[in-house]
C-alpha cells in the first residue's frame, strides 16, 4: 500500500505558495535539489523502493470532500485555482532519483507550479522508508506516552502550539497520532497542522504561509537587494492581507529587516523565526517594531527552528509582555521514538523565468553560519551583494 495516500498529505505552505505561483509566474521553470545535512547512509535498494512510492503518487487526486475542506477552511484560496488543484497529477518523470552506493541524490525540475508540491512528500518518503527498512521497533507506546506530557506541558504554560512535522516524521501513522492527541487534549493551546490531510481529518486548522523558495525565486527574477520587499510585495497582491506571517531568514534577518518597512510591517501580522538565535530575534524585532512606532504586542512571532517542548516554553517566557507567540514544532513531535531523526532538506537550486530564459543559481543564507545552501561562489556573491559577513 502506498505511503501518500491523499494529495493533501502536503504542507500547507506549498499549497498557497502554489497559488502564488500560478498569479505570480505561471512559465516559470525551477530545479530543486536533495541535501543530505546529517550524512546517513542509506541501505541498499533505497533508490528503487523511492521511486516505486513516486510512481504511486501519480494515481493521487484532490477529493471532492477535500475541495470542500479547502473552500471552507481556506477561504483565501480562489477557486479558480481549486479547480487547477482538482485537475493536478503528479508527474514521476520530473524527479530524478540516483543511488551510489550509501549515497543518495534527488532532483526536480519542471515548471514552477508544477513540481512545488514535490519537496514535502517526497522529503516524508525518505524519512519513512528509511526507518521502514532499517528498523522494527514499535514506536506507539512511546509516541503516546510522550504525547500526553507535551500536550500537558504546553496546555499548563498557555502557549500556542501547532504541528510542523510532515517532512521528517518517521511515519505518516505517528504524525496521525500526533495530531489526535492534541487536538483532543491540547484545548485552545493546539492551533492546527501544516499537514493539509490531517487538517481535514481531524476538522483542525490547516498553519502556513510562505517558505524559503518564495524569496529565492525572487533573487533569482530581481537581485539579492530586491528580493526581501518583491516576495512580501507579491504575497500581498496575491493574500489581501491573509498568511501574514512573514519568513525572515532566507537572506539573513538583517537584510530582511531593511526591507521590513512601515508599510510591511502594519500589512503583515507578524514574522517567522527558523533560524539563529531565539532571544536575540525577540529583541531585534521588538525593537524594529517599536522604531517603526508599532506596538509590538500587537504582533506575533511564529517560532519553527528545531523546537522541543522545553526550549519553546523558555521562549515563550521570555516574550511574555514582549510580544506575542506561538510554536511551530516539527521533528520532535513526530520523530521523537529513540531513533535518530534524518537531517535532510530539499532546496530551490536553479530558476529561470520562461523556457527561453537562462538559468540562475539559488541560494539560501540563514542566520545560523552551518546552513547556508547553494553554490559556494553564489552564496559569496549573495554575502557581499547584501554586505553580510
Given at each position: ?109 519542471g515548471l514552477w507550479y508544477k513540481t512545488i508540491l514535490w519537496e514535502v512528500p517526497l522529503m516524508a518518503l525518505v524519512s519513512e522508508l528509511f526507518f521502514k527498512l ?18 500537558n506541558t504546553f496546555v499548563m504554560n498557555g502557549y500556542k502550539v501547532a504541528d510542523f512535522g510532515t517532512r521528517r516524521r518517521y511515519s505518516f501513522d505517528i504524525q ?110 521588538v525593537d524594529h517594531y517599536n522604531k517603526l512606532g508599532i506596538d509590538p504586542l500587537s504582533k506575533t512571532i511564529v517560532f519553527s527552528n528545531g523546537l522541543d517542548v ?80
Open positions: 500500500m502506498a505511503i501518500i495516500k491523499s494529495l493533501l498529505d502536503n504542507d500547507l505552505y506549498k499549497i498557497t505558495m502554489m497559488n502564488a505561483v500560478v498569479h505570480c509566474f505561471p512559465d516559470a521553470r525551477v530545479k530543486y535539489t536533495f541535501i543530505n545535512r546529517g550524512k546517513d547512509d542509506f541501505p541498499d535498494g533505497f533508490a528503487e523502493h523511492l521511486r516505486k512510492e513516486v510512481k504511486l503518487m501519480e494515481g493521487l487526486q484532490l477529493q471532492s470532500e477535500e475541495r470542500a475542506f479547502l473552500e471552507s477552511r481556506c477561504k483565501y484560496l480562489p477557486k479558480t485555482f481549486l479547480d487547477l488543484l482538482q485537475g493536478y497529477r503528479y508527474d514521476s518523470s520530473e524527479v530524478g532519483i540516483v543511488q551510489n552506493g550509501s549515497s543518495l541524490e534527488i532532483h526536480v525540475e532499517q528498523t522494527s521497533i514499535n514506536p506507539r507506546p512511546v509516541r503516546i506516552n510522550n504525547n500526553s506530557k507535551k500536550v496521525e497520532e500526533v495530531v489526535h492527541d492534541f487536538k483532543s487534549n491540547g484545548g485552545k493551546s493546539f492551533v492546527g497542522t501544516s499537514n493539509v490531510y490531517l487538517a481535514f481529518k481531524y476538522g483542525v486548522t490547516p498553519i502556513g504561509t510562505h517558505a524559503h523558495e518564495w524569496f529565492m525565486f525572487h533573487a533569482a527574477k530581481y537581485g539579492y537587494k530586491q528580493a526581501n520587499r518583491m516576495a512580501l510585495d507579491h504575497w500581498v497582491d496575491v493574500y489581501r492581507g491573509d498568511l501574514g506571517i512573514a519568513l525572515t531568514d532566507t537572506f539573513t534577518t538583517e537584510s530582511f529587516f531593511k526591507s521590513f518597512d512601515t508599510k510591511l510591517a502594519k500589512l503583515f501580522d507578524g514574522v517567522r523565526h527558523d533560524s539563529g538565535n531565539p532571544y536575540k530575534f525577540v529583541d531585534i524585532t522545553e526550549s519553546a516554553i523558555k521562549i515563550g517566557d521570555y516574550c511574555r509582555g514582549k510580544i506575542k507567540c506561538s510554536f511551530g514544532i516539527g521533528t520532535h513531535l513526530t520523530n521523537d521514538v529513540g531513533q535518530k531523526p534524518l537531517n535532510i532538506v530539499i532546496k530551490m537550486s536553479e530558476a529561470k523565468l520562461n523556457e527561453n530564459d537562462e538559468w540562475s543559481k539559488c541560494v539560501k543564507l540563514s542566520d545560523d553560519l552551518g546552513k547556508h545552501t547553494g553554490d559556494f561562489k553564489e552564496i559569496e556573491y549573495c554575502k557581499y551583494a547584501l554586505g553580510v559577513k
